[in-house]
């Protein structure tokens, strides 16, 4: 048993309180490589902007858990060699059983998602109590789901997406207890977010997708007041990577994203933890493409993985500074 206040890391409770307070939210990036554990710490730091590192089940058959527990043990000690003691929470991302919450509890994670929100709604309650109960003991704290998300990706998926339900949000968090509350508004997982079809085009010609809804967030907020609410699938797709992807042999089709404007109003609400991972999937696979492109000969990783974990960094540090305000709230 390791405990993650013997690490350096922290849970998300004071984190969560200020974020509210502040109207900001904080990030949480997946990572699964040293390469985006130094771009997202070296983002954060330069930033001086509290930080999530979220490792999912995927993260943890791709890389080894006990690896990246590691690592970020490591995130900690290299934030402060990089100047700036920030916070920095250690998170599972979809966990799926208690069996795998419990392990990461036992491994040193500050903070635990709980994913129940496939499940018959009094199954997840039971689930996620039985969590909450595990994890409490620990300090740690959880993250529950109501509603699903639509889109698809590796380790997650869903056909449609299901609106979280307003009437179902108190009786939820009394009952097990949990300490932030993943809802489904509109986002959903990976880079394809919309279909063109559901989009209307701007005057730039520019596809704009249907806005998430802020009336169910709102009404949320009406029923649990100041309890804080967490965003999945709020990677915007910036065009600029898609388009380096297509023009380097990529073959990425009607890849859309949130548009950020609406992050930025999310962040300003109970929304206190905002979740990003294709951004910089497509951050470092748009760098990489074009190194291979520029550069045929090259074949030390060297060289190209060290352009993308910069270009990871630069996307990493906008998000605090002009999307979610976490900049200077470490
Ligand atoms: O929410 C899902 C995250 O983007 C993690 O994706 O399961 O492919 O690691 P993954
Ligand atoms: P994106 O696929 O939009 O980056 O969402 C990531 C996420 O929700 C991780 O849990
Ligand atoms: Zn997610």
């Known amino acids: 048993m390791v405990s993650y206040k013997d690490l350096g890391l922290v849970n998300t409770r004071e984190g969560f309180k200020k974020a509210i307070a502040g109207q900001y939210a904080i990030p949480a990036f997946n990572f699964n490589n040293m390469e985006q554990m130094q771009a997202i710490v070296a983002a954060c730091v330069e930033t001086s902007s509290p930080v999530i590192l979220q490792v999912s089940s995927g993260a943890r058959k791709y890389a080894n858990q006990t690896l990246l527990r590691y690592m970020a043990q490591g995130a900690v000690e290299y934030a402060k060699e990089l100047g700036k003691n920030i916070p920095i929470t250690l998170h599972l991302d979809h966990g799926d059983s208690f069996e795998l919450c419990k392990s990461c509890i036992d491994m040193g994670f500050s903070s635990v998602m709980i994913d129940g929100s496939h499940l018959p709604y009094e199954e997840n309650v039971a689930v996620t109590k039985k969590v909450v109960e595990y994890a409490h003991q620990h300090d740690v704290t959880v993250e529950g789901e109501l509603g699903v998300l639509a889109g698809v990706e590796d380790e997650v998926s869903a056909e449609h997406h299901t609106y979280t339900e307003p009437d179902q949000v108190v009786d939820f968090v009394t009952r097990t207890g949990v300490d932030s509350l993943?809802?489904?508004?509109?986002?959903?997982?990976?880079?394809?977010?919309?279909?063109?079809?559901?989009?209307?085009?701007?005057?730039?010609?520019?596809?704009?997708?249907?806005?998430?809804?802020?009336?169910?967030?709102?009404?949320?907020?009406?029923?649990?007041?100041?309890f804080p609410i967490v965003l999945h699938g709020a990677s915007s797709v910036p065009q600029?990577?898609?388009?380096?992807?297509?023009e380097n042999g990529g073959a990425l089709k009607d890849a859309i994203g949130i548009?950020?404007?609406?992050?930025?109003?999310?962040?300003?609400?109970?929304?206190?933890?905002?979740?990003?991972?294709?951004?910089?999937?497509?951050?470092?696979?748009?760098?990489?493409?074009?190194?291979?492109?520029?550069s045929p000969a090259e074949f030390d990783p060297r060289k190209y993985l060290g352009p993308a974990r910069d270009e990871l960094k630069k996307l990493y540090m906008h998000k605090c500074e002009h999307v979610l305000g976490s900049a200077g709230k470490a």
């Open 182 to 226: 993943a809802i489904s508004i509109g986002t959903s997982h990976g880079a394809n977010k919309f279909k063109p079809e559901q989009c209307t085009r701007n005057a730039e010609g520019i596809l704009v997708p249907p806005p998430l809804r802020f009336d169910i967030l709102e009404e949320i907020e009406r029923r649990i007041p100041g």
């Open 240 to 246: 600029e990577y898609v388009k380096i992807i297509n």
């Open 259 to 294: 548009p950020e404007e609406q992050l930025r109003k999310a962040a300003k609400s109970a929304v206190c933890k905002i979740n990003i991972d294709s951004d910089g999937r497509l951050a470092m696979t748009a760098s990489v493409r074009k190194t291979f492109n520029d």
